[in-house]
């Protein structure tokens, strides 16, 4: 785990596999993992790696992101089920509201060997 926190493209490969996995995972999968490739894409923003983006996009994502981890939420996350469901909702709306800069994101990734190709 060390080896991998010190090395940015190791902790981006794991990013990238958690992903992929997410994705199968049934119901809370998808969300799961465009909150990985969410992180990836601010990650890179912030490297400056990947600035083709409007500003209000990372705004948007890094809220959303704070949100989600937040102790404080409309609905809190102690009930169980119940209290997810907020989260859920915000990020699927940002989600559709930035969907095409993170589409663009994704396909950057590809265009630019930044996309694992390795199956899980």
């Given at each position: ?16 596999r ?60 102690i ?41 899980i």
């Amino acid at each position: 785990a060390k080896s991998t926190i010190e090395d940015e493209d190791k902790f981006e490969r794991l990013i990238q596999r958690l992903e992929k996995k997410l994705k199968l995972m049934p119901l809370i999968g998808k969300q799961a993992s465009d909150i990985a490739c969410l992180v990836s894409l601010v990650r890179s923003y912030i490297k400056k790696e990947y600035t083709d983006i409007p500003i209000g996009t990372i705004i948007s994502i890094v809220s959303t992101l704070i949100y989600i981890i937040s102790p404080i939420d409309l609905i809190p996350d102690i009930i169980p089920v119940v209290g997810y469901i907020d989260d859920l909702a915000l990020l699927a709306w940002v989600l559709a509201a930035i969907n095409s800069d993170v589409e663009e994101y994704r396909k950057w990734r590809i265009d630019n060997g930044k996309q694992i190709i390795d199956e899980i």
